[in-house]
């Protein structure tokens, strides 16, 4: 039965009754087998009479890329989702105040957390230090704004996601990993989650 469904995907195979100027020609399955291979993928069908038919897509993992922005803290890599990025602007000292024991900043006239990327996911540098965070990157999940202060802003790229192996166990506000040009890895920031957190009160 696979062998047999596998023909819905032949060059100029068609199951259509009457052949028109736009459908019916038999092009369209093949094409889309053909596209789906030169990605490592995979297109099978299931069908049974009377219930319907089931196409299934399988695609590589390493198809799962995002355009992102890499920010540093601690000496560690991030990356983050531009989608989610509102602005980039300089973290000035005079813009932080601190309310119920939490930092806010005040930007255009617009009151928001601040937490500091090294913070949240709790990494220090070799010396055991946190360097000064000169930039912050305003990023919004739904309607919530936060300001992330980071040390380093470096630049934008293609991410190409990777799984964190399930040994590693949770990491707080990480949702994966890349890996760079150079060999060096940078860790995807789960915005959503970082957001949340950030936001919610005691």
Same mark, same amino acid.
């Given at each position: 039965?696979?062998?047999?469904?596998?023909?819905?995907?032949?060059?100029?195979?068609?199951?259509?009754?009457?052949?028109?100027?736009?459908?019916?020609?038999?092009?369209?399955?093949?094409?889309?087998?053909?596209?789906?291979?030169?990605?490592?993928?995979?297109?099978?069908?299931?069908?049974?009479?009377?219930?319907?038919?089931?196409?299934?897509?399988?695609?590589?993992?390493?198809?799962?890329?995002?355009?992102?922005?890499?920010?540093?803290?601690?000496?560690?890599?991030?990356?983050?989702?531009?989608?989610?990025?509102?602005?980039?602007?300089?973290?000035?000292?005079?813009?932080?105040?601190?309310?119920?024991?939490?930092?806010?900043?005040?930007?255009?006239?617009?009151?928001?957390?601040?937490?500091?990327?090294?913070?949240?996911?709790?990494?220090?540098? %070799?010396?055991?230090?946190?360097? *000064?965070?000169?930039?912050?990157?305003?990023?919004?999940? !739904? =309607?919530?704004? +936060? &300001? #992330?202060?980071?040390?380093?802003?470096?630049?934008?790229?293609?991410?190409?996601?990777?799984?964190? %192996?399930?040994?590693?166990?949770? *990491?707080?506000?990480?949702?994966?990993?890349?890996?760079? !040009? =150079?060999?060096? +890895? &940078? #860790?995807?920031?789960?915005?959503?989650?970082?957001?949340?957190?950030?936001?919610?009160?005691?």
């Amino acid at each position: 039965d696979a062998t047999v469904n596998q023909h819905i995907m032949r060059a100029g195979f068609s199951t259509a009754e009457k052949v028109t100027k736009v459908s019916g020609r038999g092009v369209g399955m093949d094409v889309v087998r053909r596209g789906i291979a030169a990605l490592n993928g995979a297109l099978n069908v299931e069908t049974e009479v009377g219930k319907g038919t089931v196409f299934t897509l399988e695609l590589p993992l390493t198809l799962a890329t995002f355009r992102g922005l890499l920010v540093g803290a601690s000496g560690t890599v991030y990356a983050i989702p531009l989608n989610y990025i509102q602005e980039i602007a300089q973290l000035e000292d005079s813009s932080v105040r601190s309310i119920m024991n939490r930092e806010v900043l005040h930007y255009r006239g617009a009151v928001m957390p601040l937490i500091r990327l090294s913070a949240v996911c709790r990494t220090i540098s %070799d010396d055991g230090m946190q360097s *000064a965070c000169d930039h912050v990157v305003i990023i919004k999940a !739904g =309607d919530r704004l +936060v &300001a #992330l202060a980071v040390e380093k802003l470096l630049e934008q790229q293609e991410i190409v996601v990777k799984p964190l %192996d399930k040994y590693i166990g949770e *990491a707080r506000g990480v949702t994966g990993a890349s890996i760079l !040009g =150079d060999g060096q +890895v &940078a #860790l995807i920031l789960d915005v959503g989650t970082i957001v949340k957190a950030a936001t919610q009160r005691d």
